[in-house]
């Protein structure tokens, strides 16, 4: 099942903040996030373990719900550079280390 | 560092015809994970590999589509009698050996017109 990803668009200045949010009806064994500019590949940012463990960028935080089957990403300061379409992908307990199944993406346009 | 690749990276064939992908991991990953991505989208699991082994395909994953990994290194991805429908950016990616965490580290992609 596709996990949810709010809000689908975002526009900032520079120097704002932002929260992208990620829900599933299944349960999570991981959440990743990726970054995607227009005709580049995903670049991995992030991945949130359930447990609590993270990895992934200084700049970028992140928080798994794991009751809720949630997670947000929370971007600070944003700078022009993080203009692109951020996804999710989920992992779950059934197909952990295999499959990731994204969400539609939420666009990020950060103006100076 | 080198990262994932990809080849070719564009790739314009006529309906019907048969067209290969292939794409080489980071050196030492041990998983490798095809999707395939329309635009306006995210990416859509086709298979998986660990190792030579794939483990996992997607419902999704027509018989047109093969998928193979010989040596447990670089793979390639087959599309046989193409359709209009397959017209998609491919990508692959890997992920490093670990017990508990698979952060996917995808390429540039090989994007497909059928025509």
């Known amino acids: 099942q596709q996990p949810v990803q709010s809000p689908q668009a975002v526009i900032l200045r520079e120097g704002e903040d932002a929260v992208i949010n990620c829900s599933s009806s299944k349960a999570l064994y991981s959440v990743h996030w990726y970054r995607q500019k227009h005709g580049e590949a995903p670049v991995f940012l992030m991945i949130?373990?359930?447990?609590?463990e993270q990895k992934g960028h200084e700049k970028i935080s992140a928080s798994f719900n794991e009751k809720k089957q949630q997670s947000s990403l929370y971007l600070t300061a944003s700078q022009l550079s993080y203009s692109g379409t951020y996804f999710c992908g989920t992992e779950i307990w059934e197909t952990s280390g295999s499959r990731l199944t994204f969400g539609e993406g939420t666009q990020l346009t950060v103006n100076p | 560092d080198t990262g994932v690749s990809q080849d070719p990276r564009h790739k314009i064939t006529k309906r019907g015809q048969n067209v290969t992908f292939r794409c080489d991991p980071i050196s030492e990953h041990n998983r490798l994970y095809w999707y395939r991505q329309t635009l306006g989208q995210g990416p859509e699991f086709l298979t998986y590999?660990?190792?030579?082994?794939?483990?996992?395909k997607s419902r999704l994953l027509s018989d047109r589509f093969s998928a193979e990994r010989p040596k447990g290194s670089f793979s390639t991805l087959e599309i046989q009698r193409t359709e209009q429908g397959d017209s998609a950016m491919y990508l692959c990616?890997?992920?490093?050996?670990?017990?508990?965490?698979?952060?996917?580290?995808f390429g540039p992609g090989t994007r497909l017109t059928v025509t």
């Open positions: 949130l373990l359930k447990g609590g």
């Open positions: 990616a890997s992920s490093p050996p670990s017990a508990f965490s698979y952060e996917q580290y």
């Open positions: 590999f660990q190792n030579e082994a794939q483990l996992e």
